[in-house]
């Protein structure tokens, strides 16, 4: 482009050139400061291959699919109540993972049906099952973050206790949430329909850390808070 200059002059204008923050060059004139590069948070992490497909390949669950009027559902070959927690409980929470039918229909379920019927059995697991559900949020794909928040709020409402027990590992659990707390899909007027079928991640966080706060005890909100800045408080409030 030609430019004029204040003294009537014409020339062409000179194009800035781009350099790195922070380095000599950007400080030159005529030199265009490149900006940071994404920091890539919100994006899709590979899932490493899990524990539980493996098992669930080679049969080693007690388990099957049943049909009825209703849909899909888990036969189990068992009583859930007379499984072993400490095995199965975090091989379901592994799965949470996947993303592929029947492997992601299997954990979901699983692990919802074992919190309805493990009662006291559960608290023990706690420790086993961070890992597993630090894993599946860190995959940052929306169902698997989506699945695991839900599990997680039916987990601190399964047994008395287990609230205040995950309050420790909140460490582990909260970062990802904190990413995504405020990752809401704002449609104008049209009609959100991941807000009914309860798919809408800041929706599902925000339900999940009142969970926390309520469940939690007395140290939950101000460690709640520690993780997830933006967090005001469902009880005092």
């Known amino acids: 482009a030609v430019v004029s ?7 062409r204008e000179s194009k800035d050139e781009e350099a790195e923050g922070f380095t000599l060059k950007a400080g030159m004139k005529n030199t265009k400061v490149r900006g940071p590069p ?8 590979p899932a490493k291959p899990t524990s539980f497909r493996k098992f669930y390949e080679r049969g080693d669950f007690p388990i ?8 899909n559902k888990i036969a ?17 929470f592994d799965g949470l993972c996947e993303v592929t039918h029947p492997y992601e229909f299997f954990s979901r379920q699983g692990v919802h049906d074992m ?9 023990p697991v706690i420790p086993q099952l961070i890992i597993p559900i630090k894993n599946a949020l860190n995959t940052r794909k929306k169902s698997s973050v ?11 409402i399964s047994a008395n206790c287990i609230g205040e027990a995950l309050v420790p590992y909140y460490r582990q659990i909260l970062p990802i949430l904190n990413i995504f707390k405020n990752k809401n899909i704002n449609k104008g007027d049209g009609i959100d329909y991941s807000q009914q079928r309860r798919e809408n991640v800041g929706d599902l966080i925000q339900e999940t850390l009142e969970a926390f706060e309520t469940h939690g005890g007395p140290d939950a909100f101000i460690n709640i808070k520690y993780m997830v800045p933006t967090y005001e408080s469902c009880v005092n409030n």
């Open 5 to 11: 200059t204040q003294s009537g002059h014409y020339g």
């Open 38 to 45: 994404s920091a890539n948070a919100f994006k899709e992490r």
């Open 64 to 71: 099957q699919l049943e049909h009825d009027t209703k849909g």
């Open 76 to 92: 189990w070959k068992v009583e859930i109540e007379k499984l072993d927690f400490h095995h199965y409980l975090p091989l379901f």
């Open 115 to 123: 919190l309805e019927h493990g009662s006291h059995k559960v608290l």
């Open 146 to 156: 989506c699945t695991s928040l839900k599990i997680l709020q039916h987990l601190v």
